[in-house]
């Protein structure tokens, strides 16, 4: 069954560092997002993309975050300068359609700032 | 009005047993409900997801029941298992392709 790709699995930061999160889609998946979850909290939506620009984003996504699409196959999250309070762990998410029917979440990134 | 309100907080039921997890809703646009599994270290895979067109829905043991007028929504696992010990996340969206709005979390342990 297709996957959604997600490394690293654990990164670990100082506060005030700049991380990139990385996440594989499905291949014929033309939508794309990220949520997070801090620990023992909900999921959180941040931010979905489509056709190489940010099609929504929540109000957590603020100007230190931004999302690219480098190549035909990636989809990152950077996080400019993280704070304590990033320290979450990170759900890449494509669908083909941009239906929620067809939602399919990585393993996620856990992201400690220390 | 944009939140999805999820109980328990935590459950622990009886191998054989019925667990039951409930969500309520504000958003009257909501018109999707799924229900996620998510295991520890991964990420949450849909289990099994309902309209409002509908009351109910059934998949092997899982079940959802819908409420439009209460505006609530549950679901149902019969005969659980101790592999069926995860966390499970109610959710809601509208329009089809607007984010997933997510419930708290129930973390539910099956013991035999």
């Known amino acids: 069954e297709p996957e959604v790709t997600q490394t690293p699995s654990h990164q670990v930061t100082q506060m005030g560092q700049e991380v990139i999160l990385r996440c594989v889609p499905i291949s014929n998946h033309l939508y794309f997002y990220w949520y997070r979850q801090i620990l023992g909290q909900k999921v959180e939506f941040l931010v979905s993309?489509?056709?190489?620009?940010?099609?929504?984003k929540s109000e957590i996504f603020d100007d230190q975050f931004s999302v690219e699409r480098p190549d035909g196959s990636n989809f990152t999250l950077k996080i400019r300068s993280t704070k304590l309070e990033d320290s979450a762990m990170y759900f890449c998410?494509?669908?083909?359609?941009?239906?929620?029917?067809?939602?399919?979440f990585g393993s996620g990134t856990r992201l400690t700032v220390v | 009005q944009q939140q999805v309100k999820q109980s328990p907080q935590s459950l622990i039921v009886q191998k054989g047993g019925i667990s039951i997890i409930n969500c309520a809703y504000e958003n009257t646009a909501f018109d999707y409900f799924p229900w996620y599994q998510q295991f520890p270290g991964k990420g949450p895979a849909l289990l099994i997801a309902i309209r409002p067109d509908v009351s109910e829905k059934k998949e092997g043991r899982f079940t959802i029941s819908f409420n439009k007028s209460a505006k609530q929504f549950s679901l149902h696992i019969m005969d659980s298992q101790p592999g069926d010990s995860a966390t499970y996340f109610c959710a809601a969206s509208s329009a089809g392709n607007t984010p997933l709005v997510f419930g708290k979390g129930t973390r539910l342990s099956v013991i035999a």
């Open positions: 993309f489509y056709n190489n620009e940010i099609s929504e």
């Open positions: 998410a494509s669908s083909v359609d941009g239906s929620n029917y067809g939602y399919t």
